[in-house]
């Protein structure tokens, strides 16, 4: 059973999606695309992400109170997180805690863990809705893939998935 836990866990971090219960207006809406690493401390090397890494991500915030919480999914070519809101705004905006996973580059689980995010998300100037098209997120996360000391700050461009 912990093995099946794990393999979806793993298909729902690899696929950008996740294990969460689905909202009433389902299928919750996504946006995905890239984002480039600006710069990571040295504590990052480590967790093999530095500057001018290029990463596939999806961004799903919550536009719904019924829906679960936001959550900034990032996808290496050997490695996936998925980092889930716990406190700040409720589309991961600006500053605040996360709680995360992560598959490691052999197929291990990392237990959850937690860090801080802060995000500036463009357009718009108010909260993301069910017609934005396009935006772009510059941001950082800390204690990324459970490493101590590592921040990675990046910038990103998502469109909305059809």
Do not use: H
């Amino acid at each position: 059973m912990r093995s099946l836990i794990t393999t979806g866990l793993g298909l729902a971090l690899l696929t950008g999606t996740t294990l969460v219960a689905q909202a009433a207006n389902s299928p919750l809406m996504v946006w995905q695309g890239s984002i480039t690493v600006t710069s990571a401390t040295a504590q990052c090397s480590t967790a093999g992400i530095g500057e001018g890494d290029l990463l596939t991500s999806v961004y799903r915030p919550r536009l719904q109170p019924d829906e679960p919480n936001s959550a900034l999914t990032v996808i290496t070519g050997r490695s996936a997180q998925v980092f889930f809101r716990s406190t700040g705004n409720d589309q991961m905006r600006g500053k605040g805690n996360f709680s995360a996973f992560a598959i490691g580059s052999r197929g291990t689980l990392t237990s959850g863990f937690d860090g801080a995010y802060n995000f500036t998300v463009k357009p718009p100037a108010g909260a993301v809705t069910e017609t934005t098209k396009a935006i772009n997120i510059s941001g950082s996360l800390t204690n990324y893939f459970n490493v101590a000391g590592c921040t990675v700050k990046f910038v990103g461009a998502y469109e909305k998935r059809p």
